[in-house]
Structure formats: C-alpha cells, structure tokens
C-alpha cells in the first residue's frame, strides 16, 4: 500500500501541533492488554517465548514416540516405499508430527519476521532456520510493535479514539485502524516494505552472495516476471549462474530504484533533489508511510520534532528500534495515526469516515463512495483493492481487512458496524481519482 498526501495536506498539517494531549486512559479503557495480545499474537514477547518453550518441550516430549514408530516402520523405507513410510509414521506418530508442525510454525515467525528480535545469553541474533534452539539458549523476545507503545503513541493525536461520539463509535474506529494495520503488517510482522527494507543495504552483486534464489523469486512481481522472461529468465527457483546473475542486474538496476518512492508531481525539484539522495521512502510503520512529502509532513508534527528527529534526512527512523521502544510513545504507530487522522483530498480521512463526520458528495455517490469500512479501504488502499482498478488479486485483500475488522470487534466486545446497511466492501465503488 502507497500512501499519497496532496500538497494541501501537507500545508495544513505541518504547522498543526499534535502534542496537545486527550485522556491517557481512553485506549485502555477500549481495549485491554489481553485482548490486544490476542488480536496480535506477534506483539508481546514475553508469550512468544513461553509459547517456544511450550512447543520444544512438547516436540521434544515426542521424539520417544517417533522412534518407535520409525523402527516400526522401516520396512518402507527399506522397500524405498517413502509414501507408504511417510503414512506409517503419521499413524504411529501422530504427536511427534503435530508438535513439530507447531514449533516449525512458531520457529518461522521468529525466524521471518522482522519486527521481532530474538537474542540469546551471549547477545547475538537467534538463527532458527536448521535445527531449533533449545529455549534456555535464549535470554529474550522483543516486538517492536506492543500494546505499551501503541497506548502511549495515542494521546498524542487528538480526536483519535475520543468517547465524544460514545463508546460503540470509539471501539468502531479502533477496530478500523487495527483491522488495517494487520493487512499492512501482515499482523505486527513486518516494520517496513519488503524487498525494499533489504534491497537498499544491497550495492553490487558481491552483496547477494547470501540471498537464496527462493528470496529472489519472492520479490518479484507479476510486470517483474515479464520484463526478466523477456531476457530468457522464466524459471526462477532454479537459477544458474548466467540467468541468476541477470536476476540480480534487474534487482539492482530496476528494481531497487523503485523503493525510493521519489515521484513528486507537485515539486518537480524535489523529486530530483529524492533521486539524488541516498535516501529511500518506501513504506514503513504500521501503515506504510511512503513518499518524501509524507515523511516530510509527518515530521513537521510537534510529536515528531520534540523527539528530534529528522525523517526527510533519516526516514529509516520510522522502523528503527530506537525509536520504537516498548515504554514510550512509538513512531511506527504515531506515524499510522498521523495518516489515519489527515484528509487527502479529495479524500477524507479515515478518521472522519468511521466517526460519522463525513458526508459523500455528490461524486462519491455516483462512484459508489458511502460512509462505513468500504471506504476506510478505499482511502488506504483503493487503487488495487476497489473498483474497476483492482488489481489481479481481486478482493482478496480487501476481504483480509473486512474479516478482520469484525473478528476485532468481537475481541474488543463491540456490536455490529452501525453502518452495516452500507456494504464493508469497496468492489462497487470506485477510488477517489474518479470524480
């Protein structure tokens, strides 16, 4: 997801201050700690570690019960029958099979994710790719994103979450906000935009001597895969030396560029002056501040300067862990609620829509724009995810965000969207380039 701010948006918001403080207690008393850990598995380092020591013991527990079964079934395996062995050993070894599931699961998000970090006893970065660690190895688990630093991170943004509009809207707009900050984190995962977190430490092909063809292919999108089948790269999980290294030319001639985000049609300048920096503005935070003029906007708020930071300079900022720690206020979330709360037009915020504060015009009814969720969707993310202009992947993730705003309302104990006589989909509506 690109977020895109007009420049009347920037003028009006980069004088505004944002550090007039609304009650403290407003986030808390809408939702509870449990209830945040619940919606965000990823958030509390702490359960993730007793949930790892949980499954080892469990996986360890059943290798007694694995080693019978193999023995048991080694008539297979001599036989090189491995389909028969395989059905041998998940009859005979159905906990041993369903606790390491568990801990290769487990083991992959802490592994993958890159807003956790694991260390061991001695400091050093926990690897859980062979074999898995043995949990008294680790001394501990930290999120970037937790329930602390998102309840300190609010305040600071007035409006947001304000019981002026009764509790039932207040929870509303919450579950708004959260439903899509677990589409665009892919729940509390991701800090940044992938590939680009990665591509911009890559400079030349000696530094992929460590990224596996697998990695490759996973960066690369549909127009990706066409432009490199034009060079007779088709297959590219199994890569030689020839086609891999045209793989990376690509990547670095092509495809890295793109994370800069620089394309600024309203300051033409300041495009070239973001090509000729060595900075990147992909999207990072937990809805993906993207572009020069958005770090820029954001960083003129009082919440950003009193901490000193420079995002024009340092927009890595957004997604480092020195700015987003556990116990104080968090620019990985205040840079979401910023978005969530700033009018783009012609787009409303979101903030407005889910409080009830904006009214259609008479372009949005005849492009199908009504109050309620469909159109928080289309303010984020209209342009591949509503309308004519979606994308290849149809509604699937428009869908992602719909179920999880109702399974969040749930958790946080709010009934059904007031506005259910709208639909929470945006397939029928257009995005706000159509007026």
């Given at each position: 997801m690109k977020l895109k701010l007009s420049t009347m948006a920037i003028s009006l918001f980069a004088g505004l201050s944002m550090i007039s403080m609304?009650?403290?207690?407003?986030?808390?008393g809408l939702i509870t700690k449990k209830q945040f850990d619940e919606i965000f598995p990823l958030s509390n380092g702490e359960h993730l570690k007793a949930e790892y020591t949980k499954a080892y013991k469990q996986f360890k527990d059943s290798l007694p019960e694995y080693a019978a079964a193999a023995q048991k079934c080694q008539k297979y395996e001599d036989m090189k029958d491995w389909s028969g062995q395989a059905k041998c050993l998940q009859e005979n070894a159905p906990n041993y099979g369903k606790s390491r599931?568990?801990?290769?699961?487990?083991?992959?998000?802490?592994?993958?994710?890159?807003?956790?970090?694991?260390?061991?006893?001695?400091?050093?970065?926990?690897d859980f790719s062979g074999e898995k660690p043995d949990p008294s190895t680790i001394k501990s688990i930290k999120t970037l994103y937790t329930y602390e630093n998102f309840a300190k991170t609010t305040p600071y943004f007035p409006g947001f979450l304000s019981m002026s509009g009764g509790r039932h809207n207040a929870k509303r707009e919450l579950a708004a906000l959260l439903a899509n900050v677990q589409q665009e984190t892919t729940g509390l995962c991701f800090a940044s935009e992938t590939p680009f977190d990665i591509l911009e430490k890559l400079n030349s092909p000696a530094d992929f001597s460590k990224i596996t063809n697998q990695q490759l292919a996973a960066w690369m999108?549909?127009?990706?895969?066409?432009?490199?089948?034009?060079?007779?790269?088709?297959?590219?999980?199994s890569l030689n030396d020839v086609s891999r290294r045209k793989v990376i030319d690509y990547v670095l001639s092509v495809k890295k560029p793109k994370g800069k985000?620089?394309?600024?049609?309203?300051?033409?300048?300041?495009?070239?002056?973001?090509?000729?920096?060595?900075?990147?503005?992909?999207?990072?935070?937990a809805i993906q501040l993207s572009y020069p003029y958005n770090y820029i906007a954001f960083g003129n708020t009082d919440f950003v300067k009193k901490q000193g930071y420079d995002l024009l300079m340092h927009p890595s900022l957004v997604a480092d862990p020195s700015a987003n720690q556990e116990n104080r206020s968090s620019l990985l979330w205040g840079s979401a609620i910023w978005f969530w709360m700033t009018p783009q037009a012609p787009k409303p915020s979101a903030h407005a829509v889910m409080t009830n504060q904006w009214q259609p015009t008479e372009a949005d009814i005849k492009n199908g724009r009504q109050p309620g969720f469909g159109t928080v969707i289309n303010i984020i993310n209209g342009g591949l995810e509503c309308g004519s202009s979606r994308g290849a992947d149809k509604d699937v993730k428009a869908q992602n965000r719909i179920d999880a705003y109702k399974r969040i309302l749930r958790i946080i104990g709010s009934s059904e969207d007031d506005n259910s006589k709208y639909p929470l989909d945006c397939k029928n509506s257009n995005n706000f380039n159509h007026q």
């Open positions: 609304v009650n403290a207690d407003e986030v808390t599931a568990t801990l290769d699961e487990l083991a992959g998000k802490l592994q993958n994710c890159p807003a956790i970090m694991v260390v061991d006893n001695s400091g050093k970065k926990v999108n549909d127009d990706d895969k066409k432009a490199l089948a034009g060079q007779g790269v088709t297959d590219l999980y985000y620089c394309k600024w049609d309203a300051n033409p300048q300041g495009e070239k002056d973001c090509l000729a920096s060595p900075n990147y503005y992909y999207g990072r935070g």
